[in-house]
């Protein structure tokens, strides 16, 4: 039979193809797209992973948590927190040119001040960077921050080519981007993958040890979960939680459920009815078993969310707690109010789709009305920034382990986010927020954020559902390659041993 | 003269997807920039890359950007969609051409086979895998090719593309059996039908009184007369190949033009989506051209 023939040719072409040479490539499959390589374009999950592996950052974080020197070797803080004094070792770009004070005041002018920048919140009080000399940065403020250090570690503030950005504008993070990081860019194919080289020139002596890393974009779960099986790639940037036994139970490849800042929520608008009316959101509240939520979409790995804030965050309080589980309760509030019947329009993306099976069952049971409507990405995201919604269901994580982002992105109605574009202002918490960015004793900032944390829960500008580890499948020949909470991988202390 | 009527069927399809794109809502730039932007970055985004124009203005300088041969800069990635489409035809081209030739033969053996032994037991046996063939969901049977080849056996790659051109015979096998698993039904009907009807005609008893042999007739007239309209039937399902390459390129992460158009379509990266469908429309009017190329070949009444 002619289908035989075809069969035998290729598996011939398959006995006689190229044998797996000793690996030096580590290939990382995931469903988040790098679409830009420039580190203040966007704040998109995909390119965060890449756009630490490409720009070094002054100071950074250890495997452990603690912070390092990075760029900068060491610095001074003046006594009322405006000033930052920064001494910069000596170091090169990929290209060979040095890294020069300027090019630090340069790269954090740009995500401060640049009108182009995604995300300058972390960044927002400063006032001017100035180079004093070649290797020593100034950087005044406005106002104190108390994470100001901690957020230079944020992806968005990796250190680029003044020379470089100044000479070639947007093609410099198109094609050949200079690079300050541990690794540079070998070759993008944009839509497909983009692969790295180690640095020649990275300021850590020795690092990286993996020379090459593919990073390459499946945007499918299962084709990902199979190419991890049949050891096409190294690692998985997310197994879904239902095959997560799958994977483990595969030879040579296990799941590591790593710690994160991811927080599940629901989202009301309070700019609408009929989320608008506070009973309203209590009642949606109590109407929820968020355990049963919990473990029935995440088959038991992730936690049930007890606070406003991700609870890999400083500050976070075990202690609060929005309405516990009460249909009957929530129902009686429904009733008295005269609201039985309510509906609710719930907007979801259709990942969403059994999250919004099992609150709309809940909900409908104590009385609401739910009507589901799935929406692609693209409106989704339109429609929440405008405010087009009337409840829906999503995530966020925080890009430190510091709360001061998390409260403006999440809980803060006057920092630009409009609390996740809930419309929660209460100006109490506003006020709060900005108290604790510029508290420098950390006890105190501590019951800044308990309060902020006690009234949210009061208020509900969110119902959280559950803090959900990141759920990465590994080779068992990788080793000391994790996904930190900051959503950056260890790549430049990560090994590749054996076969 | 048929590649000129290509010219206002191109423009059509432009006018078409353009005005489709710019109805769909959803902000490129929001998805571009991530949720934590300000509406001020969005703004002056839009601003900077032209999408704050009137349409019309929006879709003129598309088009003399066009006639100039310039399909445009995606939005995303700010490289050109030339590049893009570089990119990513070549693997899709590849792709829709290994289908065709695995999928050829089996057509031609099983149609024949089942067509000479009408209601035989083979025959029966064909049609009833034909049947199938045809009710397995594509995305369903790759998945589980894929465990099975992929992860159970590890005879072939699960995804990619691959570097050298035996690698991506390699890589787009089981992409191309997926794919072929429901095309080949298809085609098996049709030409075995148009087999039968050709084998019951008066010509194939003229033959006969004539002396002819079995054989010689069946490949010199029932064959020719009875591909044509399957051949048809082929053109359209390359076509349909082209655009349905976006079920196994999604589960074999294989980066085509499948992939590239879905991914540009959820990012609203119009330019990259224009650009795409054009390239397709283009490659359909070839095919199309093509197979009437051939059927003239086959039978001279036909004019291409």
């Known amino acids: 039979m002619h289908m035989n023939g075809i069969v035998a040719a290729t598996m011939a072409v398959l006995l006689c193809g190229t044998p797996l040479a000793a690996q030096d490539t580590l290939r990382i ?19 965060i992973e890449a756009y630490g592996q490409l720009y070094t950052h002054l100071v950074r974080k250890d495997h452990d948590g603690t912070f390092k020197p990075g760029l900068a070797q060491s610095w001074d803080i003046s006594p009322d927190g405006l000033t930052y004094t920064f001494e910069l070792r000596p170091s090169k770009f990929s290209d060979g040119s040095d890294i020069t004070a300027d090019d630090v005041a340069f790269s954090l002018l740009r995500v401060a001040k640049d009108k182009s920048s995604a995300y300058p919140a972390g960044f927002a009080p400063i006032k001017e960077v100035t180079a004093v000399d070649a290797d020593t940065v100034k950087m005044m403020l406005d106002y104190p921050s108390a994470p100001m250090l901690s957020n230079l570690e944020i992806f968005n503030a990796g250190i680029v080519s003044k020379a470089d950005v100044e000479k070639r ?3 410099a993070f198109t094609v050949n981007p200079v690079a300050s990081g541990p690794y540079m860019v070998k070759e993008w194919k944009p839509n497909d993958r983009l692969t790295l080289a180690a640095n020649p020139n990275y300021w850590r002596e020795g690092l990286p040890k993996i020379k090459t890393v593919d990073l390459i974009e499946v945007s499918d779960d299962n084709a990902r979960a199979t190419m991890l099986m049949a050891g096409e790639i190294d690692v998985d940037r997310h197994v879904p939680w239902p095959q997560i036994d799958e994977v483990n139970n595969s030879p040579n ?12 929520l629901v989202l009301p608008n309070l700019a609408k009815p009929p989320f608008d009316n506070p009973i309203v959101r209590k009642a949606a509240a109590m109407a929820l078993d968020r355990a049963a939520i919990t473990n029935a979409v995440t088959l038991g790995h992730a936690t049930v969310a007890n606070s406003t804030l991700p609870n890999a965050l400083n500050y976070y309080d075990k202690n609060v707690s929005p309405p516990a589980y009460d249909p009957a309760g929530a129902r009686k509030l429904l009733e008295d109010a005269g609201l039985l019947g309510t509906e609710i329009n719930m907007m979801i993306v259709p990942s969403y789709a059994q999250t919004a099976t099992l609150l709309k069952a809940q909900w409908d049971a104590v009385g609401f009305k739910t009507n589901v409507e799935q929406v692609d990405v693209g409106l989704f995201w339109s429609n929440l920034t405008s405010g087009e919604f009337e409840a829906t269901t999503t995530w966020y994580y925080n890009e430190t382990e510091d709360p001061d982002l998390a409260v403006r992105w999440a809980l803060c109605g006057t920092c630009g986010s409009k609390s996740f574009y809930t419309n929660y202002d209460n100006p109490e918490v506003d006020k709060l927020t900005e108290e604790a960015l510029r508290e420098q004793d950390p006890t105190k900032r501590g019951a800044l954020y308990s309060k902020i944390q006690q009234i949210t829960v009061d208020d509900l ?7 959900a580890p990141y759920s990465n499948g590994y080779s068992d020949h990788v080793k000391g390659l994790s996904l930190t909470p900051a959503l ?6 990560a090994e590749l041993t054996g076969g | 003269m048929r590649l000129l009527q290509a010219v206002p069927v191109l423009f059509g399809v432009s006018i ?8 769909t809502p959803g902000d490129p730039i929001r998805l571009l920039v991530g949720d934590h932007a300000s509406p001020e970055t969005v703004a002056a985004l839009r601003d900077q890359y032209g999408l704050d ?3 019309h203005v929006q879709y003129l300088k598309y088009i003399t950007n066009l006639a100039t041969g310039d399909l445009g800069k995606s939005l995303r990635y700010r490289v050109p969609v030339s590049q893009l489409i570089a990119q990513h035809y070549p693997v899709t081209l590849f792709l829709v051409l290994y289908t065709i030739v695995l999928t050829l033969p089996p057509v031609f053996a099983l149609s024949v086979w089942s067509a000479k032994r009408q209601n035989g037991p083979a025959d029966q046996i064909i049609r009833l895998l034909g049947v199938l063939g045809l009710a397995v969901p594509v995305f369903w049977l790759a998945l589980l090719l894929a465990r099975f080849f992929g992860v159970t056996l590890g005879w072939f790659p699960v995804s990619g593309f691959g570097a050298t051109i035996p690698a991506h015979f390699l890589h787009l096998f089981l992409p191309a059996l997926s794919t072929m698993i429901w095309v080949v039904p298809i085609l098996v009907r049709t030409l075995r039908s148009a087999l039968l009807d050709e084998m019951n005609r008066d010509y194939v008893l003229t033959g006969m009184a004539k002396g002819l042999g079995e054989r010689q007739i069946f490949r010199k007239h029932i064959l020719p007369n009875s591909i044509l309209p399957t051949l048809n039937l082929f053109a359209v399902i390359v076509a349909y190949l082209l655009g349905g390459s976006v079920i196994v390129e999604t589960v074999y992460a294989v980066p085509g033009m499948g992939k590239l158009m879905v991914e540009s379509i959820l990012a609203r990266d119009y330019f990259v989506v224009q650009g795409a469908t054009l390239v397709f429309a283009m490659t359909t009017i070839l095919v199309m051209l093509a197979v009437d190329v051939v059927s003239a070949l086959i039978d001279p009444r036909v004019t291409p």
């Open chain 1, 169 to 171: 504008g947007e093609e």
């Open chain 1, 461 to 467: 500008p969110q119902i959280p559902l559950y803090y």
């Open chain 2, 53 to 55: 124009a009137p349409i």
């Open chain 1, 253 to 264: 490849v296990s799941v590591k459920l790593e710690p994160s800042t991811v927080l599940y």
């Open chain 1, 488 to 493: 950056q991988w260890t790549l430049e202390d």
């Open chain 2, 16 to 23: 078409i997807t353009f005005a489709l794109m710019v109805a």
């Open chain 1, 29 to 47: 499959a995931s469903g988040s797209k790098v679409t830009s390589l420039d580190p203040i374009a966007t704040a998109a999950a995909g390119n």
